[in-house]
Nanobody, 121 residues
Framework: QVQLVESGGGLVQAGGSLRLSCVASGSIGSVNAMGWYRQYPGKQRELVAGITTGGSTNYADSVKGRFTISRDNAKNTVYLQMNSLKPEDTAGYYC???????????????WGPGTQVTVSS
């Protein structure tokens, strides 16, 4: 059992920045990868960025060069620095913890309750 708590979402103007944080707790011994997914209304959650405990990262093409994922393993925390935000980044953002970062496209593992990011034009 793993618990995830996100923070940092909110309303920001286009071109602005936000930093999301996710703290994991519980039985995290098997967690080797954490990531951020976003979900648009009526759509399946899709990967934004993922990172392994070893530092290997994976990004959606739409956020490359704008978003940066990082982690602090000692704090069991993963961050998503979002710069140059666009209205199309508006979505619910969900933290994910899983056993590996091999198949990010597969929805599995543990999920946080989500945090809303809204980008206005």
């Amino acid at each position: 059992q793993v618990q995830l708590v996100e923070s940092g979402g909110g309303l920001v103007q286009a071109g602005g920045s936000l930093r999301l944080s996710c703290v994991a707790s519980g039985s995290i011994g098997s967690v080797n990868a954490m990531g951020w997914y976003r979900q648009y209304p009526g759509k399946q959650r899709e990967l934004v960025a993922g990172i392994t405990t070893g530092g290997s990262t994976n990004y959606a093409d739409s956020v490359k060069g704008r978003f940066t994922i990082s982690r602090d393993n000692a704090k069991n925390t993963v961050y998503l620095q979002m710069n140059s935000l666009k209205p199309e980044d508006t979505a619910g953002y969900y933290c994910n913890a899983r056993r590996s970062g091999y198949t990010w496209s597969v929805l599995r593992g543990y999920w946080g309750p989500g945090t809303q990011v809204t980008v206005s034009s």
